[in-house]
């Protein structure tokens, strides 16, 4: 089981910008996909963002591409997410979430995913 912090979240304007820090505990965290997700009050859980174990695959749902940006950094066991222009939609928790893989590949759905931090709230307002 992979332990997972995040941080960097907090109340911004729109057009704000605001990066995310997703920390790990386990050691073989190049063995896990990493998502990012958000939860706006009375919403599902949606990925914005997911990286395969290598960082060398990406994926966004078409609603996110352009304004967000995931990365990682294996050897600090950290994953990013760099969020630019922001909305007041975009207001919500934000979790990471790991998953076991075995191909360089990254799961869609939360419930894909095992392993979850406890969120950070961000705040974007208008």
């Known amino acids: 089981q992979v332990q997972l912090l995040e941080s960097g979240g907090g109340l911004v304007q729109a057009g704000g910008f605001l990066r995310l820090s997703c920390a790990a505990s386990?050691?073989?965290?190049?063995?896990?996909?990493v998502g990012w997700f958000r939860q706006a009050p009375g919403k599902e859980r949606d990925i914005v963002a997911g990286?395969?174990?290598?960082?060398?695959?990406?994926y966004y749902p078409d609603s996110m591409k352009g304004r967000f940006t995931i990365s990682r950094d294996n050897a600090k066991n950290t994953v990013y997410l760099q969020m630019n222009n922001l909305k007041p939609e975009d207001t919500a928790v934000y979790y990471c979430a790991a998953a076991l893989m075995v191909a360089d590949t990254i799961p869609r759905t939360r419930y894909d995913y095992d392993d979850w931090g406890q969120g950070t709230q961000v705040t974007v307002s208008g």
């Open positions: 386990e050691r073989t965290f190049s063995d896990y996909a």
């Open positions: 990286v395969s174990r290598t960082g060398m695959n990406t």
